[in-house]
């Protein structure tokens, strides 16, 4: 009896998978080879952050080159290796067969990945007969679950502590943006984090229930690297009966292609070297950012030394994603101190680390008993809250805050474009008074948090070095629609 071992490969959109699968081989003249026993020898999930290259030849130096045969899956970067190929689903069947429980049969399976959420129509004999699948909108997919985590400061192993019991904030489905809205506004006026994530999860697992709303819910397998949040996985139990969760979930796809592997003649493994095809791909381009730079002119106000007796007004602006604070001397609006920091879905706790940091600051220049602040300004959208914390009647929206500014640049001023962490604003200014504005309402595609997660989640790149990475682009591709 002889022994043969094969490898899966699925590339998604988020992560790279692979397994390792052996099986007994009775050899017998003038037939095919029929394998027996397979079983799992190995596995690895790795998040690729962008460049499935990388990760891909990460994973090869994990495994090694001890398989006989090598077959790949998947939607998204599957064209780039010189490997046997096959389609998701039939990946799928090949792992359904295998993980079945005995005795018991799913109508549906659900494919619960970072990008996508489907689901793959079984027929009595385990075969794929309908795929369901919702808008290409990655809103409650496994990555931007963990993109909202990050954007609170909460760990995934701290969100897994929290219990669904925790009454769950609602938030919208729809839309991913909308929905980060809901997330970002409900942390600005103290909504606490664990309802948020707790809200999160039942909108996650609201989404798989509605794919699944015209299939019998018993007996449901789910897959994919969400089958890992367990608040969503409890949502669903409450809702689907005898709910089936692989233990081979995660790397699933990838299993279904080393199991087709071991019954079929795929293309020889053509070693590292050679294993990426050399395809160029073509995008419409734009003219380099670099092109634009004398077109932009920075106005800054000039900034002062602290003096006893100085009288200022504090400005405190509590957006969706930073806090910024600036502590003006009136008698000649000199900048005397600035802070920028992280919201982290705390407004309150933001605003007082910006008291924190200028007093810390104030005491290093000059005794704070000389130094008046007779006014505190704040806007945002989490004015409100740090507005009533401060007791300050000073709560301005926005709208007046950047027309104010403005007009004290450029009093000639009359068209405003405001791109902020969440919102994006127009507004049209009539003899230095704000007449008119538009803004993106719940949608913050293009704006800093939404430019900010593209570069680090696809591109590995931190926010800060965005600008420079941008102005080195000799070909920028255009996104535009």
């Given amino acids: 009896m002889e022994k043969i071992r094969s490898l899966g490969l699925c590339l998604g959109a988020s992560t790279v998978s692979a397994v390792q699968v052996e099986a007994s081989v009775h050899p017998e003249p003038g037939k095919s080879r029929t394998c027996f026993n397979p079983h799992i020898t190995g596995f690895l999930t790795l998040p690729h952050e962008g460049d499935p290259r990388r990760t891909i030849l990460s994973a090869f130096e994990q495994i090694g080159n001890s398989f006989d045969k090598i077959a790949s899956t998947g939607r998204r970067f599957n064209k780039l290796l010189n490997l046997s190929t096959i389609p998701e689903p039939e990946a799928v069947e090949y792992a359904?067969?295998?993980?079945?429980?005995?005795?018991?049969?799913?109508?549906?399976?659900?494919?619960?990945?970072?990008?996508?959420?489907?689901?793959?129509?079984?027929?009595?004999?385990?075969?794929?007969?309908?795929?369901?699948?919702?808008?290409?909108?990655?809103?409650?997919?496994?990555?931007?679950?963990?993109?909202?985590?990050?954007?609170?400061?909460?760990?995934?192993?701290?969100a897994a502590r929290w219990a669904t019991a925790e009454e769950p904030h609602n938030v919208s489905g729809r839309c991913s943006v909308f929905c980060k809205s809901d997330c970002t506004h409900a942390t600005n006026k103290g909504v606490p984090k664990s309802k948020v994530a707790s809200g999160l999860c039942k909108m996650m697992a609201n989404k798989i229930l509605e794919l699944l709303k015209k299939v019998k819910r018993e007996n449901i397998m789910i897959t994919g690297?969400?089958?890992?949040?367990?608040?969503?996985?409890?949502?669903?139990?409450?809702?689907?009966?005898?709910?089936?969760?692989?233990?081979?979930?995660?790397?699933?796809?990838?299993?279904?292609?080393?199991?087709?592997?071991?019954?079929?003649?795929?293309?020889?493994?053509?070693?590292?070297?050679?294993?990426?095809?050399?395809?160029?791909?073509?995008?419409?381009?734009?003219?380099?950012?670099?092109?634009?730079?004398?077109?932009?002119?920075?106005?800054?106000?000039?900034?002062?030394?602290?003096?006893?007796?100085?009288?200022?007004?504090?400005?405190?602006?509590?957006?969706s994603t930073t806090t910024k604070a600036v502590l003006l001397r009136n008698r000649d609006n000199a900048i005397l101190e600035s802070v920028y920091l992280r919201t982290n879905g705390d407004p309150v706790g933001a605003s007082r680390k910006c008291y924190e940091f200028m007093i810390k600051a104030l005491e290093n220049k000059a005794p704070l008993s000389g130094i008046t602040i007779e006014g505190l300004g704040v806007c945002g959208s989490g004015r409100q809250i740090a507005g009533l914390h401060a007791l300050t009647e000073g709560i301005i929206n926005e709208i007046i805050a950047h027309a104010a500014a403005a007009v004290y640049f450029d009093p000639k001023v009359d068209t405003i474009f405001e791109i902020g962490g969440q919102d994006a604003k127009y507004t049209y200014i009539t003899n230095s008074v704000p007449s008119d504005y538009a803004m993106n309402e719940a949608c913050s595609a293009g704006t800093g948090s939404?430019?900010?997660?593209?570069?680090?989640?696809?591109?590995g790149i931190k926010m800060e070095d965005i600008a420079g990475v941008a102005l080195r682009g000799s070909k920028p591709p255009n996104f535009n629609d």
């Avoid at 939404?450 to 591109?459: G, R």
């Fill in 225 to 319: 690297g969400t089958t890992q949040n367990r608040m969503m996985i409890d949502y669903l139990q409450r809702e689907i009966p005898g709910l089936i969760i692989p233990r081979e979930a995660p790397y699933f796809e990838a299993l279904g292609a080393a199991l087709w592997a071991l019954e079929h003649e795929t293309l020889s493994f053509p070693g590292i070297k050679a294993l990426f095809k050399n395809e160029a791909l073509s995008f419409e381009t734009l003219y380099p950012l670099k092109e634009f730079k004398d077109m932009v002119e920075f106005k800054s106000i000039s900034k002062g030394d602290v003096e006893p007796g100085d009288v200022c007004t504090l400005g405190l602006d509590v957006g």
């Fill in 96 to 158: 359904y067969r295998f993980v079945k429980p005995p005795k018991t049969s799913s109508p549906a399976i659900v494919s619960a990945g970072g990008e996508t959420f489907m689901v793959y129509i079984l027929s009595s004999e385990g075969r794929i007969s309908n795929v369901l699948t919702g808008n290409k909108c990655a809103s409650g997919t496994g990555e931007f679950f963990l993109q909202q985590l990050r954007r609170m400061d909460v760990s995934i192993e701290e």
């Fill in 450 to 459: 939404f430019l900010e997660e593209s570069a680090y989640e696809t591109l």
